[in-house]
């Protein structure tokens, strides 16, 4: 079970955005291994001038998961987990976790007994494993017919594997941003882009879309084993009508399938509702199988769970997670 979403690296670009300390609990037992890698963050609130702290998975995708199990039946294994974890939070000053499991992995079915499981939506993903044509199975017949006019309009692409710097792509990136009027928090500073580069180099791949010797759209993937996660795009709107979103995806999926990857993961839509824009959107490049998210909430310590939330003047009953940090949010749920 591996991504990048379970490297070091990766989650230490989130430290500074979720104010942490990234950290690995690895628990061995005769019975296999569990890594659960996570961000730990000092919770605002002080009880009798002592310092708590809460547990989050880093942006994009990950949870506990089983590296290494000798039977089939893997209750034991989890149960044993959630023991000697539990008393780790106990220890540590930890009252509460937040996970976002992995779709593709799918290791909430694991943790089912572990965490409160909640589903979220319903992520897409372009099949590229045993599929000869990708692009004619997974496509829409109306994103394909959007490709091949932008193509015969003269719109061109390439693929930057391992890219130096992001400088172009930042500057598209971040008028794709404005023009959405998107939130403070997708603006991902300069100092993240450069921690891509010199951490995670090796993992990038960089799609750029141009017609006429101008980039009208861009995309930044992380590239992992047999995984291909679309992690942030940006487009020109004066040249939508050559699609060039669309020719993103495409050229992602032919380079994609070149090099032997099984499939694109793209995420889900803004919410969970079947009508929702941005879902429909990255639907017309997985039309056959849907993955689903979960989310896992988990209180370790109920006592002082309480007590954080009587001190916010804030119900433990909240449908915010965790009811504390109700006012207080930073990443969104993806």
């Not at 017949?141 to 992001?166: C, F, M, Q, T, W």
């Not at 399938?257 to 803004?270: A, C, F, S, T, V």
Request: contains cysteine; proline residues 3%; neutral net charge.
């Amino acid at each position: 079970m591996k991504d990048i979403y379970f490297e070091k690296e990766y989650a230490q670009l989130y430290e500074k955005i979720e104010n942490g300390i990234c950290e690995e609990f690895v628990f061995k037992h005769p019975q296999g291994t569990i890594k659960h890698l996570f961000i730990k963050r000092e919770i605002p609130i002080k009880l009798d001038g002592q310092v708590f702290y809460d547990l989050v998975t880093p942006y994009g995708y990950g949870g506990p998961r089983i590296v290494e199990s000798r039977y089939e039946d893997k209750v034991e294994l989890v149960n044993a987990f959630e023991q000697r974890f539990g008393e780790y939070c106990l220890e540590n000053g930890i009252v509460s976790e937040f996970v976002r499991f992995h779709p593709i992995m799918r290791n909430h079915l694991d943790f089912s007994n572990c965490y409160e499981l909640v589903f979220k939506r319903k992520t897409i993903q372009t099949r590229l494993d045993k599929i000869d044509n990708p692009i004619l199975t997974e496509y829409s017949a109306s994103s394909r017919r959007d490709i091949r006019h932008g193509l015969k309009a003269g719109v061109e692409y390439r693929v930057i594997n391992h890219p130096k710097d992001l400088k172009n792509f930042k500057e598209l990136y971040y008028s794709t941003m404005q023009r959405n009027a998107a939130e403070m928090i997708y603006y991902f500073d300069d100092a993240y882009f450069q921690r891509c580069i010199d951490k995670l180099g090796d993992y990038l791949v960089v799609v750029e879309v141009r017609f006429e010797d101008k980039v009208i759209g861009m995309s930044l993937n992380f590239v992992y084993g047999d995984y291909i996660h679309v992690h942030l795009t940006g487009t020109r709107q004066e040249f939508h009508h050559f699609a060039p979103a669309y020719i993103l995806q495409y050229a992602l999926a032919l380079w994609g399938k070149e090099h032997g990857k099984k499939l694109i993961h793209h995420g889900g839509g803004r919410t969970g509702k079947v009508d929702d824009k941005l879902y429909l959107f990255k639907k017309k490049f997985g039309r056959n199988e849907d993955l689903a998210y979960y989310i896992g909430q988990k209180i370790w310590n109920q006592l002082v769970y309480e007590r954080l939330c009587h001190a916010q003047n804030i119900s433990n009953d909240s449908d915010s997670f965790p009811a504390y940090r109700s006012m207080k949010s930073s990443i969104p749920i993806n």
